[in-house]
């Protein structure tokens, strides 16, 4: 089983700044089989990236995923306030798993 | 629009089962494989289950592999997770996924809300 990896646990910044989540995974992923998901309180995860950089629709062009091998990162270039939630990398080249999470809180 | 509506959850006792639906609309059915994806309270996120569009191939977690058992009926447009055996380690909420495409590989696309599934005595 692939384990993904994701720090830091918590990341507290503020609004306007630039924040770069990390995963890392236990062995290659596979075609850059990996996507991005954002979680708010009381609401199921939303899908921001998929193939390690593509915008699912409707995403906007703040937030960006880079990476390949084992190696991988998301990026969100100016903070807005509907930002701040939780992000998990999920990786879908061999099975499926989930890294265990980032929350991204306002500093 | 996509739309996935799970039903089905509420309070069993450890060792019952319950079934989970989850109906679909604004997209066809059957050309997208489906999964369960479900969350402890206040944990993360954890892969149950897997099926391809036509229904032929099913995958689970080896955490529930020979209790929990995932179908659908693509001329209801309805998931299905069968769960037996259930142990207080089941407890979570359970969310419905459409996949990006009919089989692996896919991400998961869109999500219903959720359905609270709690073992307890």
């Known amino acids: 089983e692939i384990v993904l990896t994701q720090s830091p646990g918590t990341l507290s910044l503020s609004p306007g700044e630039r924040a770069t989540l990390s995963c890392r995974a236990s062995q290659s992923v596979s075609n850059s089989y990996l996507a991005w998901y954002q979680q708010k309180p009381g609401q199921a995860p939303r899908l921001l990236i998929y193939?390690?950089?593509s915008r699912a629709t409707g995403i906007p062009d703040r937030f960006s995923g880079s990476g390949s091998g084992t190696d991988f990162t998301l990026t969100i270039s100016r903070l807005e306030p509907e930002d701040f939630a939780v992000y998990y990398c999920q990786q879908y080249g061999t099975s499926r798993t989930f890294g265990q999470g980032t929350r991204l809180e306002i500093k | 629009e996509v739309q996935l509506l799970e039903s089905g959850g509420g309070l069993v006792q450890p060792g019952g089962s319950l079934r989970l639906s989850c109906a679909a609309s604004g997209f066809t059915f059957s050309n997208y494989a489906m999964s369960w994806v479900r969350q402890a309270p206040g944990k993360g996120l954890e892969w149950v289950s897997a099926?391809?569009?036509?229904?032929?191939?099913?995958f689970h977690a080896d955490s529930v592999k020979g209790r929990f058992t995932i179908s659908r009926d693509n001329s209801r447009n309805t998931l299905y997770l069968q769960m037996n055996s259930l142990r207080a380690e089941d407890t979570a909420v359970y969310y419905c996924a459409k996949g990006s495409a009919m089989s692996r590989p896919y991400y998961f696309e869109y999500w219903g809300q959720g359905a609270l599934v709690t073992v307890s005595s």
């Open positions: 193939g390690a950089s």
């Open positions: 099926i391809t569009g036509s229904g032929g191939d099913t």
